[in-house]
């Protein structure tokens, strides 16, 4: 039967004889209405105006335990103001049953038979209703109403009325407690409960209310605002493990008394608590130490609920108004950022995944395009009014110089037909949020809760609200820059994210073949970020040396990268050039961008981070992740015509640490092109690559370079390499020391080869237009000339520190010197004297240069390499001085010895190896003794000489044997210095010189200081 | 020869300053193959780069330097502008541990490490990978502390000249060096303090003055923003005088309890009682 035909029915009887339509348990069609199905309201209302418009006696009654506003309060706002338009049809006649009519009807239930029990009860219910009325409850103060109420504690009496009055269907649970058959109830309690002869009577307490009520959960909760307290309540007491059972009783009886207490006397105190029985006080103790319980002093009250004091109602009411002054789209860009959308048939399409970020934006607002740096492809506006009027643009950051041109991200609106829905939901989640924010409810934990909980509901809504707000189907979608000049495009709506695919085919129509999905990103997992490193170090290191696959192996992401990216599209291949523009078709157009940017930065320099910029733009839109390599490809091919600068320093070489450097700070780097060199220059350029040698980077060896980078790199390089003396000294001469300067302070390739350098050495700069340089081989052989003076400096001076010091002792060869200084073996105390007789006696120097190094760094205390001219003046001043200690030193020895022995002639003895390591040894024998040893000799000799069969025979023999015995066996050469008497830890000195000529160490630096003296 | 037959590399790092520099002369005559090697971190002081020179002469062989093209301001530049800390010592793994590891590779190696006979409580860096060994020659040898400035007397390239006014190698900037030895910085090389200066400030800057304002997404927990705690170096600087006083009231309380100290001691207990932060074992072995 249809609603209009219901009317008519009623009216059709109402001519007959009046009518009373009583609907009871209404409150179940208000639930229906809540929980979603269609009953109509208007039905309602339209018996309501057939009744009052025509006069017709019609009277509709409808009965339901709760109030229209308390029964509609889960439903939206236009639901609920269509429903308070049909309640105002009708009058509220509202029931409200007194505590003192329910406890009545309670003690309706139960009769008692037994007079002997009648009596009991009535002395029970005498002090227990003195203390009541001690307590101030007036309504129990009679024993005669707490005897009628027995077997209910006074107590559950007191809170029962109050307890289902608030929470629910009034007599249906209360009489389904008292007369049910649920194990908590009363009529299980009566059951079970055996009544002993004597002793205090048993009854029913608060726990058991507890238990029934909110222990089984068979109470409705309808309004959210008791809900919370409620379920707060029922979820500590549920998660209280291990309470006895007096705890468990008393906190039951706490948390029923919070629930039904607003204030006054029915609260628990401890007073009232005193009543439950015994134990209570030990129990709360209990209790409050575990935290379960709180005591509120102020209230004299304790609480399981930690309560909430914000009366939420209002303060919404307040801040819904407060939202709905305000204009949506600024609601909506503060509560939510809604997700960004992919254009799903485009970026399978082309292989390349495009992301739109979507924001609200205001009709006829004006908005910018992304800038190439964003990670998103282009901004969905999602224009929060409805037929709106299309947003604007406005110009675009970067390089893009037309407001509207190409190279801007793509902006696309979409203009929604309705948004009624949005607006509503959004407002009520801005409500919500701003609540939240409220110091009041920030500070009530349980205030807090609640509203998270609605928050997180509004929120499902607002966003069901979005999405079909803004579905493909119901909105118009155009792109504002289209790919010509800016110009507007009407989208075809199509399905899912098809309009955002439409304007991703119309803007990047260039979208570059990568082939890879790792590298093919925005931004890089770690593993492809690994690989993206292995690929960039291989390029540069091995990208010339034709290796396959850049010598990977095996089948590794980095693998896979370089043979999709590079090799399948031709950006490398074998060849004298490996790198260069590329043969697939689809990455010509990036690759023209890269050649534009290089050769546009003939006159000045150019940022890579702008190159990227505009590789990552339309119509390319290549993405972040490739564009490092897809840079180092074009560097490597243009390598001898591109500079490349770091923080505007000239780097003469792409190696793999700079190239990390780029890829985390592009921006840090410039590129200057250096390619048609002519004229003048080119002559200039020509003659210092035959003069220098230098071979074209890359190509073939053999093949010369005639540009400017081939020629300043390795002129910066060989710089680079010279020790810091030959940096510092000015014993150069003038032309090397010019070219030296030019060289260090150089900040321009071009402006060092044709400028500083030939001014350096007296000749004319050489201008860009020169028609030509005659005094090109002049200049190249003046600088080439420079840098071998440079290059040979150090080893120049040391030859003449080691001729000096050959010179001051007379010899020819540091041999003579080292063997004398090697007989002073450990005598010397003096630390300075004795580091410099060690140097001298070092015979491990593997050449002249390795002695003289190390003994003049002995000297000046810093070795040659690091010296100034200051350092090199204060050797030669010192080297005397050292040289004469040392020439009294070994005067003395000798002289030590003859005073010890008599006539002395010592004899040096040099054993060479043959691998050609010498061996020498200061060797003499005592005079006293020559006699003796001569004799014994002798013997030897005859010995052996009837074994070789000659005497000659017999002393070479001996000699060969003597010699080899004075080397240690088997040891290479550098590790001779013990049998020489380099002192160490094994060997220590002063024990050599005990052993050896009798003289205490003490003595030797007296006569050290002796020497020095006279 | 290993005992497999297999060449065993002798290696032996040095770290400018003077045990491992005296290790590496102690061991130049008795292991002919030992190759010596230093992690540059770019940002040594000068006076530590002079003086490997010099060792490099003495010893007669080149001293490898490893990372010489990846130093500081190349991971400071990676980085993005994150100073090292105690708590994020990238410095240490990236210019030291990684660094070693990666040269010495699979072979097997023995690494002498310089702890003397009078420290053998403290620990050096020793390698976790099972194909390196380790020895520690002063403590088999007994070299103590006199031994060390004997070997480098003996082989006449004596200390290094930081020595004057701090105690440990390293980092020019490094965040385990005491406020004393920062005002010694500023003293004996302002450019370099400068530098410490603008590379604290960039930091600074970069992160906002709320902390962590451009640095969202790379935020992390135990963020340093300063070289040293709980002040900027500019503020240090102000407080050179407060902090030279507490200084040489250290020094004078050292001196008079141990009578005859080298400076060098007296300096190393000095700063100890100054403050007794833990060292990096690995730059300062």
């Not at chain 1, 077997?151 to 929470?167: I, Q, T």
């Not at chain 2, 050096?124 to 380790?134: E, L, R």
Request: glycine residues 8%.
């Amino acid at each position: 039967m249809s609603p209009s035909s219901l009317v008519a029915t009623a009216r059709r009887i109402a001519a007959e004889s009046p009518l009373l339509l009583v609907i009871d348990e209404f409150g179940k069609n208000l639930e229906a209405i809540r929980d979603g199905s269609d009953a109509d309201p208007y039905l309602l209302q339209q018996l309501a105006e057939a009744g009052q418009g025509t006069g017709l006696p019609i009277f509709v009654v409808t009965l339901q335990h709760l109030s229209f506003d308390d029964c509609l309060s889960g439903l939206d706002n236009v639901q609920r103001r269509e429903w308070s338009k049909v309640q105002g049809r009708f009058e509220d006649v509202s029931f409200v049953e007194s505590a003192a009519q329910a406890r009545a009807l309670i003690s309706t239930v139960f009769d008692v038979t037994d007079s002997a029990l009648r009596a009991r009860i009535d002395r029970w219910a005498k002090p227990l209703a003195s203390e009541m009325a001690a307590l101030g409850v007036a309504e129990l103060a009679d024993p005669a109403v707490v005897a009628s109420c027995y077997p209910l504690h006074p107590l559950a009496a007191l809170v029962l009325p109050e307890l289902c009055n608030r929470h629910g269907q009034h007599e249906r649970t209360l009489f389904s407690f008292l007369a049910g058959a649920h194990p908590s109830g009363v009529a299980a309690f009566l059951d079970s409960t055996k009544l002993a002869s004597r002793g205090p009577l048993p009854s029913l307490g608060l726990e058991a209310v507890y238990d029934f009520f909110v222990g089984s959960g068979s109470l409705n909760i309808a309004s959210p605002r008791q809900s919370s307290r409620w379920s707060e309540i029922a979820t500590r007491l549920r998660d209280a493990h291990g309470l006895s059972a007096a705890q468990a009783r008393t906190a039951k009886s706490v948390a029923l008394l919070n629930l039904v207490s607003t204030s006054g006397t029915v609260r628990a105190s401890r007073q009232l608590l005193g009543l439950a029985g015994r134990g209570v006080d030990a129990a709360l103790a209990d209790l409050e130490r575990a935290g379960l319980v709180t005591y509120r002093d102020f209230a004299d009250e304790y609480r399981v609920w930690h309560g909430s004091d914000v009366d939420m109602g209002v303060r919404l009411d307040a801040a819904r108004q407060r939202m709905s002054q305000r204009p949506l789209v600024e609601i909506l860009a503060e509560i939510e950022q809604p997700t960004p959308l992919v254009a799903a048939r485009h970026s399978a399409t082309f292989d390349t995944l495009r992301v739109f970020q979507r924001r609200y934006a205001a009709a006829r607002e004006e908005v910018a395009p992304l800038a190439a740096p964003s990670a998103y492809d282009g901004t969905v506006l999602l224009v929060a009014a409805s037929e709106a009027e299309l947003p604007a643009l406005t110009s675009v950051g970067g390089h893009t110089t037309e407001p509207e041109g190409p190279g801007a991200k793509p902006v696309v609106a979409a203009i929604p037909r309705d948004v009624a829905a949005l607006d509503e939901a959004g407002r009520e989640v801005a409500a919500l949020a701003s609540l939240l924010d409220d110091p009041v409810v920030a500070g009530d934990r349980v205030a807090r809760r609640e509203l998270s909980e609605r928050l997180s509901q509004a929120r499902s809504v607002l966003d069901q609200a979005r999405c079909e707000t803004f579905g493909s189907q119901e909105c118009r979608w155009v792109l504002l820059n289209g790919p010509k000049s800016g110009e507007r495009v009407e989208l075809s709506p199509g399905r899912g994210s098809s309009p955002v695919s439409a304007a991703a085919d119309l803007v990047y129509s260039h979208t570059p073949p990568v082939g890879n999905e790792m590298l093919n990103r925005s931004e890089l997992t770690s593993q492809g970020a690994k690989a993206r490193r292995l690929l960039l170090e291989a390029m540069i290191e091995r990208g010339n040396s034709g290796v396959d696959d850049l010598g990977f192996e095996g089948h590794g992401p980095e693998t896979a990268m370089y043979r999709s990216f590079l090799l399948r599209t031709g950006l490398h291949r074998r060849g004298a050039k490996p790198f260069g523009p590329p043969s697939d078709a689809g990455l010509e157009p990036a690759w023209s961008i890269l050649a534009d940017e290089f050769g546009r930065s003939t006159g000045e320099r150019v940022n890579l981070a702008g190159v990227g910029d505009c590789l990552q733009s339309p119509p390319v839109g290549m993405k972040a992740a490739v564009v490092p390599v897809f840079i180092t490809a074009g560097l490597l091919a243009f390598r001898d015509e591109v500079a490349i600068y770091e923080h505007g320093t000239f780097t003469p070489v792409l190696s793999p640490e700079v190239s990390e450097r780029m890829v985390r700070n592009p921006a840090h780097f410039d590129v200057k092109h250096f390619a048609n060199t002519s004229g003048g220059r080119l002559m200039v350029v020509e003659a210092l690559a035959e003069r220098l040698g230098i071979a074209a980077r890359g190509g073939g060896r053999s093949q010369r370079v005639s540009n400017v980078l081939a020629v300043v790199s390795s002129l910066v390089t060989r710089i680079s390499r010279l020790d810091n003396y030959t940096r510092r000294t000015r014993r150069l001469s003038a032309g090397a020391r010019a070219v030296r300067d030019a060289l260090t302070t150089a900040v321009e390739p071009d402006q060092l080869l044709f400028e500083s350098l030939p001014e350096a050495l007296g000749f004319a700069a050489v201008g860009a237009d020169a028609p030509d340089c005659e005094p090109a081989a002049a200049v190249a052989s003046a600088v080439g000339g420079a840098l071998d003076e440079l290059e040979s400096c150090l080893e120049r001076m040391l030859e003449d520190l080691l001729a000096r010091l050959l010179d001051a002792c007379g010899v020819r060869s540091r041999a003579t010197v080292s063997g004398q200084a090697a007989t002073l073996d450990g005598e010397v105390l003096d630390p300075e004297v004795r580091a410099f007789v060690l140097a001298l006696a070092n015979d491990s120097a593997e050449d002249d240069r390795a002695w003289i190094s190390a003994v003049a760094t002995v000297v000046a205390r810093k070795a040659p390499a690091e010296w100034t001219d200051e350092d090199r003046g204060r050797f030669d001043r010192e080297l005397p001085e050292r040289l004469a200690a040392f020439h009294r030193l070994v005067a003395l020895h000798f002289d030590r010895r003859a005073d010890g022995g008599g006539p002395f002639d010592p004899l040096r003895v040099t054993i060479t190896r043959p691998d050609g390591t010498e061996y020498i040894r200061m060797v003499g024998v005592d005079a006293r003794r020559r006699a003796a040893l001569e004799t014994a000799l002798d013997d030897v000799l005859a010995t052996t000489a009837s074994i070789t069969g000659s005497d000659l025979q017999a002393e070479q023999s001996l000699l060969a044997l003597l010699s080899e015995r004075l080397l240690p066996p088997d040891e290479p050469a550098e590790t001779l210095s013990p049998a020489i008497g380099l002192p160490t830890e094994s060997d220590p000195p002063a024990r050599a010189v005990a052993d050896g000529a009798g003289l205490s160490t003490g003595r030797a630096a007296g006569m050290l200081g002796r020497a020095a003296n006279g | 020869m290993g005992e497999s037959g297999a060449p065993v590399r002798h290696i032996c790092g040095i770290s400018g300053g003077k045990d491992s520099s005296a290790l590496a002369v102690y061991m130049r005559d008795r292991a002919p193959q030992m190759e010596y090697f230093f992690c540059d971190t770019g940002a040594e002081l000068p006076e530590t780069y002079e003086y490997l020179t010099r060792l490099e002469v003495i010893l007669g062989r080149p001293i490898v330097r490893l990372n010489a093209t990846r130093g500081f301001d190349h991971w400071f530049e990676v980085f993005r502008g994150a100073l090292p800390s105690p708590q994020m010592r990238w410095c240490t793994k990236n210019m030291k541990i990684k660094p070693i590891e990666e040269w010495i590779g699979d072979e097997a190696a023995v690494s002498y490490v310089a702890i003397r006979s009078d420290e053998s409580n403290r620990k050096g860096y020793v390698s976790t990978k099972p194909n390196i060994t380790t020895r520690f020659p002063f403590v088999e040898d007994g070299v103590d502390h006199a031994g060390v400035l004997r070997i480098l007397e003996d082989a006449g390239i004596g200390l290094p000249a930081y020595y004057e006014w701090r105690t440990r190698s390293g980092c020019y900037f490094c965040f385990y060096q005491r406020k004393a030895e920062w005002i010694g910085l500023s003293e004996r090389h302002p450019e370099l303090f400068d530098r410490a200066v603008a590379i604290e400030q960039k930091v600074l800057q970069d992160a906002g003055v709320d902390g962590d304002a451009d640095f969202g997404d790379r935020a992390m927990r135990g963020r340093q923003y300063t070289w040293s705690g709980g002040e900027t170096l500019v503020q240090l600087r102000n407080r050179r005088d407060e902090i030279l006083e507490r200084h040489e009231a250290a020094l004078s309380r050292t001196t008079k309890t141990r009578a005859n100290l080298p400076l060098i001691e007296a300096l190393a207990d000095a700063f100890n009682e100054e403050d007794d932060t833990e060292p990096c074992t690995v730059c300062a072995p």
